[in-house]
């Protein structure tokens, strides 16, 4: 499944948002994120991975979602998708520490996007599945 995509570097969020914006995609659109009451982590993991938070209403607890940016490689908009399921995380620590682990094995080279990618669509990611091993 994975060779569908391309999978972009990016040195920020503040140029990762551009890219996605620029694109055609309105994931980062300003009635969007109001809409999701959603907001953006200033770090970039891996130089793919970034964290949003969402807050379903009032009197919902904001939750935490890693996402990484692909392309069709038949489409010119980016698509966001969500890595390890939406809202995964309860807390800002725990989701850029799984983010964080993520990235640097992004960085290495012990995993690829696509595997990341993979198991998204398969639905079967576990983000244990890439933790440290201890």
């Known amino acids: 499944m994975s060779e569908q995509y391309t999978y972009p570097m990016f040195v920020s969020v503040y140029d990762l948002r551009g890219a996605v914006a620029e694109s055609g995609n309105h994931f980062f659109d300003r009635d969007t994120l ?48 969500t890595v390890g399921g939406f809202q995964h995380f309860h807390s800002y620590a725990e989701a850029h520490r799984a983010a964080r682990r993520l990235g640097e094995q992004l960085r290495r080279g012990d995993i690829r996007p696509c595997d990341i990618d993979d198991d998204v669509i398969e639905g079967h990611l576990a983000i244990s599945d890439y933790r440290e091993n201890d």
Do not use: C, H, K, W
């Open 34 to 81: 109001r809409f999701f009451r959603s907001r953006i982590g200033n770090n970039i993991y891996g130089g793919r991975l970034f964290v949003t938070s969402e807050q379903a209403g009032d009197d919902s607890p904001r939750r935490y979602t890693i996402r990484m940016v692909r392309q069709y490689l038949d489409r010119t908009q980016l698509d966001v998708t």
